[in-house]
């Protein structure tokens, strides 16, 4: 199993930026890849960023050149965002990939504002 605990959304006005955080435990060692998903009101959930275990990292085009994953050393996956914009409303949820499976954060809001 493993456990995704996730902080730092919240609101802020366009333009703005917000640093979510998610923190990984349990059984770690399998897993593949960890990617930022998002899913505002009446759409489907969608990937935004992924990061691999080989340090492969892709954006949807949305996003590009404003948003940032990255991993440190204490098994915790960040995405960095800047020039935020009313669009970028979601729920943000963390997620990682083993051959199979994939587990899920518990989602933190983020609200842009006009």
């Known amino acids: 199993q493993v456990q995704l605990v996730e902080s730092g959304g919240g609101l802020v006005q366009a333009g703005g930026s917000l640093r979510l955080s998610c923190a990984a435990s349990?059984?770690?060692?399998?897993?593949?890849?960890m990617a930022w998903y998002r899913q505002a009101p009446g759409k489907q959930r969608v990937v935004v960023a992924s990061i691999s275990s080989v340090g492969r990292i892709d954006y949807v085009d949305s996003v590009k050149g404003r948003f940032t994953i990255s991993k440190d050393n204490a098994n915790t996956v960040y995405l960095q965002m800047d020039s935020l914009k009313p669009e970028d409303t979601a729920v943000y949820y963390c997620?990682?990939?083993?051959?199979?499976?994939?587990?899920w954060g518990q989602g933190t809001q983020v609200t842009v504002s006009s």
């Open positions: 349990g059984s770690i060692f399998s897993i593949n890849t």
């Open positions: 997620a990682a990939l083993k051959p199979g499976q994939i587990y």
